[in-house]
């Protein structure tokens, strides 16, 4: 079980590494950010550098959490951020900035929907498909 609030915390951070990556146009940022995604996927959204920091800086100045929630909806959340980076890594490879800025964007909004307002699409398209049936684990 995990505290919901980091999640925040972490689609916050995400938010400005994608938004860095806009204005930007840096391909390690988007590296940095895909690596991150890859974590949560392959390890759960509690093992992430921005979980870590999180845990270890803020954490401890709040209280408890009033509630947890189940690692499964974030951990596909983490995939479907991957899915987006590995399309903007790949329009970076082929030379394809429309590719890349789409994606990232994509990412973004995502992202900023969550750190705004605690709305997780990827957590929602989560749950859509244990509702209809589809064969989703939450688990890379």
Not at 5 to 13: D, N, P, Y
Not at 16 to 36: E, H, M, S
Not at 99 to 106: E, G, P
Request: charged share 10%.
């Amino acid at each position: 079980m995990i505290d919901p609030r980091g999640q925040r915390a972490a689609a916050a951070l995400t938010s400005l590494v994608l938004a860095a990556v806009l204005l930007t146009g840096n391909p390690w940022l988007l590296l940095v950010q895909t690596a991150v995604f890859a974590t949560g996927t392959v390890a759960g959204p509690a093992r992430t550098p921005y979980a870590w920091l999180f845990r270890t800086l803020v954490r401890p100045r709040l209280g408890p959490p009033s509630h947890l929630e189940d690692p499964a909806p974030p951990r596909f959340a983490q995939a479907c951020g991957l899915a987006f980076t590995a399309a903007a890594m790949l329009g970076v490879a082929l030379g394809a900035p429309w590719l890349t800025t789409t994606a990232v964007a994509a990412a973004l909004a995502a992202a900023f929907l969550n750190a705004a307002f605690g709305f997780c699409l990827g957590c929602e398209l989560y749950l859509l498909a244990r509702r209809a049936g589809l064969p989703v684990s939450g688990r890379a």
